[in-house]
């Protein structure tokens, strides 16, 4: 079996001091790192938030989010300790249109404009484990789309990242009745 790690948005503005400091998230870098060095030779791609100044889900515009992951700043960068593992053709950049708020790193694009379907199914990927930030939003909607596209999804969870402890304990049950496995 074929398999392929994805790390949803495990990037400077969902980190301490960022606009969308999210809980556990410096230890779900940490265990990535650490789970990605447990599995060597497989392909890990990354998820990347990364918005103009004037995106629709800031608070300026009438979304649900302070600005953050501003594309060019330091937000937007993926933790320093995962660069070692990240390669262009692998890194997906998502919610880079002001006018989409997209959670999903399905609807992000590589610098050559593939999509992460594309390049998983390219790799012959048949078994997707999914680790990052935010459980709630990035995370839960990337491993829904992987199942829906026919992956089998892992969600690795000392690995994750989360807004709200509630919203976190709620998720993940949610997605294992649907098919996703929580390990
Ligand atoms: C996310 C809030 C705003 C996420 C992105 O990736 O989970 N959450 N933008
Ligand atoms: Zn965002």
Same mark, same amino acid.
């Given at each position: 079996?074929?398999?392929?790690?994805?790390?949803?948005?495990?990037?400077?503005?969902?980190?301490?001091?960022?606009?969308?400091?999210?809980?556990?998230?410096?230890?779900?870098?940490?265990?990535?790192?650490?789970?990605?060095?447990?599995?060597?030779?497989?392909?890990?791609?990354?998820?990347?938030?990364?918005?103009?100044?004037?995106?629709?889900?800031?608070?300026?515009?009438?979304?649900?989010?302070?600005?953050?992951?501003?594309? *060019?700043?330091?937000?937007? $960068?993926? +933790?320093?300790?995962? /660069? #070692?593992?990240?390669?262009? !053709?692998?890194?997906?950049?998502?919610?880079?249109?002001?006018?989409?708020?997209?959670?999903?790193?399905?609807?992000?694009?590589?610098?050559?404009?593939?999509?992460?379907?594309?390049?998983?199914?390219?790799?012959?990927?048949?078994?997707?484990?999914?680790?990052?930030?935010?459980?709630?939003?990035?995370?839960?909607?990337?491993?829904?789309?992987?199942?829906?596209?026919?992956?089998?999804?892992?969600?690795?969870?000392?690995?994750? *990242?989360?807004?709200?402890? $509630?919203? +976190?304990?709620?998720? /993940? #049950?949610?997605?294992?009745? !649907?098919?996703?496995?929580?390990?």
């Amino acid at each position: 079996m074929e398999k392929a790690i994805v790390v949803v948005d495990e990037i400077y503005g969902f980190l301490p001091g960022g606009a969308l400091a999210c809980i556990h998230s410096e230890e779900a870098v940490a265990n990535t790192k650490e789970f990605i060095e447990k599995h060597p030779g497989v392909p890990v791609l990354f998820i990347c938030d990364h918005h103009p100044s004037d995106h629709c889900s800031f608070a300026a515009q009438g979304g649900p989010w302070p600005p953050h992951c501003v594309a *060019g700043t330091r937000e937007a $960068e993926i +933790h320093d300790d995962l /660069l #070692p593992f990240v390669q262009e !053709e692998l890194t997906f950049y998502k919610g880079c249109d002001p006018a989409q708020e997209q959670y999903s790193g399905f609807d992000g694009r590589n610098e050559a404009g593939q999509s992460l379907d594309e390049v998983l199914q390219l790799l012959g990927t048949e078994v997707v484990y999914v680790v990052g930030i935010a459980t709630e939003y990035c995370v839960r909607n990337t491993a829904e789309d992987l199942l829906r596209a026919g992956f089998k999804v892992t969600v690795v969870e000392d690995c994750l *990242g989360w807004v709200d402890t $509630e919203g +976190h304990k709620k998720t /993940l #049950p949610e997605l294992k009745s !649907e098919g996703i496995k929580i390990q």
